[in-house]
């Protein structure tokens, strides 16, 4: 029996949210909490779905499913008819009409790369002959819609297995990872709206970069920072978030785009301090500076509109043990981060997480920096 395992990070960004969707620097690294995906075979011709975190479990028979192109899906850009079809077809099930809107979303983006992988490398007498529908389960250790990228980690799930079952896909070689994390970034498309990749490219490359404009560099010097999430449990959306911004920025231009520009700076300014707490042990002036950077752009992310009460309370809880906090992802609620100097000292630790716990706050103390998406295909019948 053809089975394909698939798991991927999510992600922390340091600095440099919503900054990146308008092209400026943005820090970000992978986290040791993931999405998995476990793809078969099913001889009922239907796409079967079981998303477990969004409460889905739906089927869609094949036939039901648009027609791709004849020249095929592109992996660089949504195809609009065949989104425009999906979208309909998801919008009719009345199973999916409860909730909120991104959990069709989720639906859509799996729909969209399956066609677009899968039914675009079969021949329409192959489908009529054999119509060997797919069983898709997922689950996540991420917190949905709170900025660790979930949909990141989702969406490179869905991108590395749908491709290994058109071909073997090796998750070291650059080439097969560049194909994934294009098709992840249409799914992210289809969730986000309009995203940076910032958040498919660490999920699929995993490590820890700078990012801007759709390159990355790794960097090594912060990934052994460490670093406590703290999830306000306060719901939102990504993608309304980012065309808040993007709103704002148009009403606003000559106020917003100052602001941008300095978080990308911040940016820049936190990558040279890591650089430098790599080449010295006398490390407390320089953490020093980085809280100072963490409390000017939580504040700034504030000031863009994009933050949230239940986050400016993380932040002050952890000002009130001497540690730094600032909002990560895309804010509006979710989680943000306490940054913890190396040797913190056991008593502050644990004030903190007495804290967090008081106020019913889900909390991870995680590492950053490590593998990105892993897949493999195993064939019983081989
Ligand atoms: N495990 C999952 N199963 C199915 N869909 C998921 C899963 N995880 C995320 N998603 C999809 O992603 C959406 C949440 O994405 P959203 O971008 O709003 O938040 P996030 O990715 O957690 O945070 P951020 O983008 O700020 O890092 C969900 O509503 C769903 O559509
Ligand atoms: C808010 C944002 O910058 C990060 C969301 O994790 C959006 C994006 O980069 O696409
Ligand atoms: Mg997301």
Known sequence: MLEIRASAPGKLILHGEHAVVHGKLAVAASLDLRASLVLTLNDDAKVKLSLAELNIDIDFPLSDLPQVSAEGASSTQLDQPLYQAIHTLVAARDELSEGLESRRFAVEALLYLYCGIVK??????QDEQSPSGVTINVKSDLPIGAGLGSSAAYSVCLASSMLALTRPI??????????????????????????SGLDNTISCFGGAVSFASGKFNRVSTFQS??????????????KALVSGVRERKHEFPAVMDPLLDSMGHLSQTFLDISQQLAETSDTDPLFTKLETL?????????????????????????????????LTGAGGGGCAYVLLRPHASEDV??????????????YWTTSLGGAGVAVERSDANQ
């Not at 460490?226 to 306060?234: F, I, K, R």
């Open 120 to 125: 675009a490398t079969s021949t329409q007498e």
């Open 170 to 195: 090796d998750a070291a070689n650059a080439a097969d990872l560049d194909a994934i994390n294009a098709w992840a970034f249409l799914s992210e498309s289809i969730i986000h709206g309009k995203p």
């Open 225 to 238: 920072l460490e670093v406590v999430l703290v999830d306000t449990g306060v719901p939102r959306s990504t």
């Open 294 to 326: 963490m409390t000017m752009n939580h504040h700034m992310l504030n000031a863009i509109g994009v933050g949230h009460p239940a986050l400016d309370d993380v932040v002050r809880l952890a000002s009130s043990l001497g540690l730094a906090a600032k």
């Open 349 to 362: 630790k644990a004030k903190l997480f007495a804290a967090l716990k008081e106020k019913g706050l889900r």
